[in-house]
């Protein structure tokens, strides 16, 4: 497995990743209303590329395929970590927080899903609190989470 810079020509595929990940690892923790609310599978590409680009992006990569990809902006704030869905458990995750958290200095905060939780507290990172965040009329519950380095 590879490690990379993010790249324009990755942003369909980082988004299908995302919306199946989310639809099929997620959906122990969340109902099928919330699923299809937080992953629509409308994605704006230009807004997803344009986000990428203004943060440090990276995807980790086998034999030309993504495998998961995460990113974080100059404040220290994660915003997405994914890994696909027949590929979890093998590290990945980690790999990309490991490159994503030695990028910035300072503390870094997460919004954490239900089912991210247990990944980032193994990692060092504590609650600050638990939220509901409103999509289209649906709650969904994650949790602002903060590490010091």
């Given at each position: ?61 086998e034999n030309g395929v993504i495998l998961g990809f995460g990113d974080i902006d100059k404040t220290g ?29 300072g503390k870094i905060t997460t919004h954490a899903s239900i089912t991210a ?33």
């Amino acid at each position: 497995m590879k490690i990379r810079r993010y790249q324009e020509s990755d942003c369909r595929e980082l988004t299908e990743l995302f919306y199946n990940t989310v639809h099929i690892v997620n959906a122990k923790d969340y109902t099928k209303e919330q699923l299809d609310v937080w992953a629509t599978g409308q994605t704006d590409l230009e807004r997803w590329n344009q986000s990428f680009q203004a943060h440090y992006s990276i995807v980790a990569v086998e034999n030309g395929v993504i495998l998961g990809f995460g990113d974080i902006d100059k404040t220290g704030y994660l915003d997405r970590l994914f890994v696909h869905a027949e590929h979890q458990r093998k590290g990945i995750a980690t790999a990309i927080c490991d490159q994503l958290e030695q990028a910035v200095p300072g503390k870094i905060t997460t919004h954490a899903s239900i089912t991210a939780k247990p990944f980032f507290e193994k990692r060092g990172y504590k609650v600050i609190k638990k939220q509901e965040v409103e999509r289209q009329g649906i709650f969904l519950t994650n949790f602002v989470m903060e590490k010091e380095k």
